[in-house]
Each structure stands twice: as C-alpha cells, then as structure tokens.
C-alpha cells in the first residue's frame, strides 16, 4: 500500500522543461495559473501581460529563491520593473535560474495598454543557456496576453507564451509554448 502511495506522489509531480519555470512572485506563485485571470502587480510580466496596463504607479520588484527542495541547483532569481506611461504601461524583467554547470537567463521587455476596457500586452523574450563544457545558446520569443474585466466581479484571462515557436541549440528544440485561459469570479461575503 505505500509503494502505491508514494508512486502516487511521485506521479503527481510537475516536471518542467527549459525556460518552463516561471513562478515568480510570491502572490502570483501561490494562485498558480489562476494568477493570468487576475494579474495586477508587476510580475503580470510573467504571468499575462495584458494586466500591466491596470498599474498607475512606478512598481519594481524582487524574487529569490536560494535553494527551493534543498537544492542550490535550483536557485532562482528575478528582478522586474514596470513604468505606466500616458500611451501605456512598459515593463522589464530579468531572470536567472540555476548554478554554475547549468544556467538559463532571461530578458523580457514588454508592453500593456487599456483599449476599450480590454487590456492587451505583449512580451519579447530573450532566452539564454549555458551549459558547462557544452556551450551557449539564446533564442527570441514572442507572448500575447489579454485581460477582460465585466461586472466588476469576473474577469477573463488569455495568456500565449512563445508563440513565434522559438527554439534553441544545435538540434533546434523548441522552447516550450503554454497557452492559458483562466476565468475569475471575486467573491464577497458580507457580514451582518
């Protein structure tokens, strides 16, 4: 019975390509993929761009984590900034996960403005590997991301990563294209 168990839990486990991992943000972290039906903070950068264009103040933000499961080999470490400006909102990231054997960067520049009250953005990425006694490599990538907002209590959210099917290396792989569409509902409890 706990042979099933634990191949229970082993099997469940998310396993990720390169340039895959792109939890960043505490906030954003912990509501996972719902995260693209809410974005409003910097690291919508990361998670759907269209919600950058809801900022009205200069935000900058910070995301390391040195040793996720115990592993330095894990580490990553991120920096964004964002600039709302009177024809839209600009955004910048920087990240950089793994160690010294193997290392993924990347540079995103992006850009997210309010039409008709749907929010619309776009990413272009920089992606770059290292890998010791092996070489580099980097790769452009392109993300859309839209956000709707109706009845004040439901918001949509589409999010495309690497939609131009970047791909990197000798042997051309492709670098991983999520598509995520999230549906939000605010739910308030009013206390009597």
Known sequence: MWRIIIWSIVLLQSCYAGFERTELGVRPFSLGSAYTGLAD?????????????????YQVSFYYSPQPFGLTELSTASAAAAIPLRFGVIGFSLRKFGFELYREYSGIVSYARSIAGVHLGVNLNYHSVHIDNYGSDAALGVDLGVLVKSFDRISWGVFLKNINSP???????????TFTIVSKQRLYVAAG
């Not at 903070?41 to 103040?57: E, V």
């Not at 791909?167 to 294209?177: N, W």
């Open 167 to 177: 791909t990197i290396g000798s042997t051309r792989e492709k670098l991983p294209q």
């Open 41 to 57: 903070d910097i690291w919508a950068i990361s998670y759907n761009t269209a919600g950058l264009s809801q900022l009205t103040s």
